[in-house]
């Protein structure tokens, strides 16, 4: 069993209590490593050592702060093989996926950020008797919290600018896949990252995350995961006016319309749908298609979908790996006997895989449901999962309609040929990310995020480096 250690003050060291919490590999349903099972006493020990390095980390320049993240970035890089290896392990998505997506983007986003921060600039504005400049100063001390199904990938994708901006960060990765997390750890003290620039605090969401959210010292919280749990951060977190920042849940409409460009389109609705066992918050989990091609389109989609291999994450073959949790397995196949219930018909999938050697994992074949109300639960409600719904649509009145019905608004697609119509339809769309004839290609300078419950502010960019810092008007009378 490897245990995990928290990176505090910049040394590794076990939980206060000594207490741990069960890692599964999901591929196998077994416990494999141990995670601290922190409490507020390691919450305040991270804080303590985050706010004595504000002072020196905020005076570092920004040359030095992005040397020592690009460090970073390389010693990500030159740990791809092993860094996916463990990502794959801790979390059941195939090693090659990891590999090909998550690594690499851990390796970006500090490398994005360390350059990022040179190019930062702020705005003056002048009057005919004074000039006034806006200075954007390091908040602090600031929290990020991240889910279990981009693990290293989210984690630190808000880690990144935090240190860019001069901040100092207690940082909780998923209980669920913490093991990257604990390995980025060794590659900040190689790298010469300062103690205390960066604290990690494994564990439990309510005994670790929601200390964060109370703490008085803490300036602002990044926070990606749940709506419920986003909620629950704001409720309590407003009232003591810290910055946040909540990326949460979907439930990503595919808007496919009978001109677009059919292979392209089914090429990418297959990646959009069950990508990462569909458990990316961007999958498009409501596939809406132009009533004239629905049969066809249909029939071609259960055709592949019913070939794609779930197997073994190690296995280069599968192109579906298992289900992080054995919690989160369960909730996937009650949505499928829900659907069922809702009067949907299973096309395709609906049922779990046992693979040869690994019958003890959490694998569920790829799902495809049809014949549900466009309000039914299953089709308002966040799955998270190998399961997508296919549904007519006549009018393009009709598929926005049935588009911005949820109570989300993380990202869409839309696939047409007709470039008036994917303005107008853009435009519309209730979503903080629209992809038109294409999924998932991400510029890390754009805006990312969700409206209505799916997000609170922006990251990306400087979104994200505006987001870590405080602006500060200064204003000269020149008389
Ligand atoms: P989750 O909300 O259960 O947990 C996220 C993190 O919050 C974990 O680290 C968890 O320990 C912590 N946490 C739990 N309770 C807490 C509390 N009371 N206070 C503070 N922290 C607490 O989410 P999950 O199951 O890990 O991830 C899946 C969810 O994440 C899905 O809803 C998915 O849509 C969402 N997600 C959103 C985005 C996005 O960019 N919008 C990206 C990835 C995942």
Not at 37 to 44: G, K, T
Not at 240 to 251: A, I, Q, Y
Not at 288 to 308: C, G, H, M, P, R
Not at 391 to 412: I, K, R, V
């Amino acid at each position: 069993m490897i245990k995990i250690k928290n990176y505090i003050n910049g040394a590794l060291v076990a939980p206060i209590s000594n207490e741990y919490l069960d890692v599964f590999d999901p591929s196998i349903g077994k416990p494999y490593a141990e995670v601290p099972d922190s409490d507020i006493r390691d919450v305040e020990a991270a804080i303590e050592a985050a706010e004595n390095a504000c002072a020196n980390w905020a005076a570092t320049s920004i040359n030095d702060r992005a040397r020592i993240m690009t460090k970073i970035a390389d010693l990500i890089g030159a740990n791809l093989d092993r860094l996916a290896k463990a990502e794959s392990l801790d979390n059941g998505k195939p090693v090659w996926l990891a590999k090909r997506v998550d690594i690499p983007r851990a390796e970006s986003n500090f490398r994005f950020f360390a350059q990022a921060i040179t190019q930062f600039s702020t705005q003056t504005h002048e009057m005919s008797e004074a000039i006034n400049y806006t200075l954007r100063q390091p908040l602090g001390v600031v929290a990020t919290i991240s889910p279990w199904n981009l693990p290293l990938y989210l984690f630190t994708w808000k880690i990144a600018p935090a240190i860019a901006a001069g901040n100092c960060v207690i940082a909780k990765p998923s209980e669920v896949t913490p093991m990257t997390a604990y390995l980025l750890a060794e590659l900040c003290i190689e790298a010469g990252l300062p103690a205390g620039v960066l604290n990690i605090v494994h564990g439990d969401g309510v005994k670790v995350g929601a200390e964060f959210s109370k703490h008085p010292k803490v300036k602002a919280i990044s926070f990606t995961g749940s709506t419920r749990v986003g909620k629950a951060i704001a409720t309590t977190a407003a009232p003591l006016f810290k910055k946040l920042s909540l990326e949460m849940g979907g439930k990503n409409p595919n808007l496919i319309f009978a001109d677009c460009d059919y292979e392209k389109m089914m090429h990418q609705i297959i990646r959009t749908s069950f990508g990462n066992q569909g458990q990316i918050c961007l999958c498009g989990s409501r596939i809406l298609v132009e009533a004239s091609i629905y049969d066809q389109f249909k029939k071609d989609f259960v055709a592949i979908t019913s070939k794609l291999k779930v197997g073994p994450p190690s296995h280069p073959t599968s192109k579906s790996g298992a289900i992080v949790s054995k919690v989160h397995y369960e909730k996937i196949l009650s949505y499928i006997e829900l659907a069922k219930e809702e009067g949907g018909k299973i096309l395709a999938g609906g049922t779990p895989v046992f693979p040869e050697g690994h019958e003890d994992g959490w694998y569920i074949q790829p799902t495809i449901i049809e014949d549900l109300p466009h309000d039914a639960r299953c089709n308002m409600e966040e799955i998270f999962g190998p399961v997508v719904t296919i549904m007519p649509f006549e009018t393009d009145q009709q598929a926005l309609d049935y588009a911005n019905a949820t109570e989300y608004g993380l990202s869409a697609s839309i696939w047409t040929e007709n470039i008036t119509r994917a303005h107008k339809m853009a435009k519309e769309l209730e979503a903080g990310i629209v992809w038109v004839n294409t999924w998932l290609l991400r510029d890390l300078r754009t805006p990312f995020g969700g409206v209505k419950n799916s997000g609170v502010g922006r990251e990306g960019g400087f979104e994200a480096l505006k987001f870590f810092t405080e602006p500060k008007n200064v204003c000269i009378h020149i008389g």
